[in-house]
C-alpha cells in the first residue's frame, strides 16, 4: 500500500528472505529537535540485503558483504534531515579555518614512490570517457584532478555559486568528523544509518518499498542512461548529476535523500566479513560500533570506512547500490564529487558490541 508520494505502508515481509519485522523504540525524543534534525526512534530490525540480482534494476552483483541477514538493535537518537551542505559546511570552515584533506599537499612521507610533480593538492572527480567502455576498470572514469576540493568541486576552475544547498562535497573522512566534532555531532554507526535509512519499512529493497519508480514516479537522483557514457545521463528524475538537498521525498522518519545523489561516510570500518562476524554470535547485536580495523581483499593495503546511500551514479549496468541493505567502502583519506555526510547525535553515545536476547524471540 502506498500514500500520496509513493511510500509503502509496512504491510508484508518479503518471504525467505531472512528479515523479520522492525519493532521501533515507542518512547519519544528526549526534548526539542536540534536544528535541522529529526528524532530516530531506534529499536530493533533485520540488517542487511537479499542478493538483488533477480531483481528489477537489482543490477548484476549478489551484495555479498551485505548478509548474513542479522537482528541488531539501536538507541533512539537525532540525525540530520539531509547531507552536510555547502552552505553549512562554510560556516564551519569560517568559524575554525579547517583544511580539508583535499587542499593539502600530498607529502612524500604518505607517498614515497610517487613522482613529485605528482604530489599536488587535488581530489577525484566523474571524468566519463566520450564513448561506451568495458565497466571492468574504474579509472576509465575517474581521475585525480588537481586544485579540486570542496570550494571547487569539478576543479580549479569551477565555485560554490548558487550551491549553498548542494551536499558538500571531496570531504575526506576526516574532515567529515571535523565538522561533526564542532557541531557537537557525530557520524552515524553503520546499523544507525540503516535503521534510520529504512523509516520504520520491514526488508524493502528501496528506501521507499519495493519499486524503483513505484508509479513511475522517480523517488531518487540515480543515473538514468548508457554509464559511464559523457552526457549520457538522461536526467529522468530531474537531475542530470547531482542535485541539491531535499528535491525527493522524506521517508517516514522525516529524512531525505537516503538512496541516490551522493555517498555518506558513516564511523565503522569496513570488512567484507562484519555481518558474517555478528551473525555468528548469536542474538541481537546491540548499538554495534562496526570492526576494530579494516580490509578489503581487493585492496589490503588500504583503511577504509564504509560508505552508505550510493549516489547519483548508481545505475543497475554497474553499481545498483541505491538498494537501502547494500554497502559502499571508501579510503579514509579521500574524497571525491559523489560523496558527503549527516551527522547524528545522542546522549550519551552507546556504541558497544553487548549482545541480547540470547534466546528464542517471541513471535510478534
Not at 604530489?119 to 576509465?140: I, K
Not at 571525491?336 to 555526510?341: A, D, Q
Amino acid at each position: 500500500m502506498r500514500d500520496a508520494v509513493g511510500w509503502e505502508a509496512p504491510t508484508q515481509i518479503p518471504e525467505g528472505a531472512g528479515f523479520e519485522p522492525t519493532r521501533a523504540n515507542t518512547d519519544g525524543p528526549p526534548g526539542p529537535a536540534p536544528s535541522g534534525m529529526t528524532w530516530i526512534p531506534g529499536g530493533e530490525f533485520s540488517m542487511g540485503a537479499a542478493d538483488p540480482r533477480g531483481l528489477d534494476h537489482g543490477g548484476h552483483e549478489a551484495m555479498d558483504d551485505a548478509r548474513p541477514i542479522h537482528r541488531v538493535y539501536v538507541d533512539g537518537f537525532w540525525m540530520d534531515k539531509t547531507e552536510v551542505t555547502n552552505g553549512e559546511y562554510s560556516r564551519f570552515v569560517k568559524a575554525t579555518g579547517y583544511v580539508t584533506v583535499a587542499e593539502k599537499k600530498p607529502t612524500r612521507e604518505e607517498f614515497p614512490t610517487a613522482p613529485l610533480e605528482n604530489l599536488v593538492a587535488g581530489s577525484v572527480v566523474f571524468t566519463p570517457p566520450p564513448n561506451a567502455v568495458a565497466l571492468d576498470n574504474h579509472y576509465q572514469w575517474w581521475a585525480y584532478v588537481p586544485g579540486t576540493s570542496w570550494r571547487h568541486p569539478q576543479g580549479s576552475g569551477s565555485n560554490l555559486t548558487g550551491r549553498d544547498a548542494y551536499p558538500v562535497l571531496h570531504v575526506a573522512y576526516e574532515d567529515a568528523l571535523a565538522y561533526a566534532r564542532w557541531a557537537g555531532r557525530d557520524l552515524p554507526t553503520e546499523a544507525e544509518w540503516e535503521f534510520a535509512a529504512r523509516g520504520g519499512l520491514t526488508g524493502r529493497p528501496y528506501a521507499w518499498g519495493d519499486d524503483l519508480e513505484p508509479g513511475g514516479r522517480w523517488m531518487a537522483n540515480v543515473y538514468q542512461g548508457r554509464f559511464p557514457v559523457k552526457n549520457a545521463d538522461q536526467g529522468e528524475d530531474g537531475f542530470a548529476g547531482i542535485a541539491p538537498v531535499a528535491q525527493f521525498p522524506a521517508n517516514g522518519y522525516g529524512l531525505f535523500d537516503m538512496a541516490g545523489n551522493v555517498w555518506e561516510w558513516v564511523s565503522d570500518w569496513y570488512r567484507p566479513d562484519t555481518y558474517a562476524t555478528l551473525a555468528s554470535a548469536g542474538g541481537v547485536a546491540r548499538n554495534p560500533g562496526g570492526p576494530a580495523d579494516g580490509f578489503d581483499p581487493a585492496e589490503p593495503g588500504l583503511p577504509k570506512r564504509v560508505h552508505r546511500g550510493g549516489s547519483f551514479l548508481c545505475t543497475d549496468q554497474y553499481c545498483a547500490r541505491y538498494m537501502v541493505g547494500t554497502r559502499g567502502k571508501g579510503e579514509v583519506r579521500t574524497g571525491s564529487n559523489h560523496l558527503g555526510f549527516r551527522c547524528v547525535k545522542t546522549s550519551p553515545r552507546r556504541r558497544s558490541t553487548e549482545r541480547v536476547d540470547k534466546g528464542p524471540r517471541p513471535s510478534s
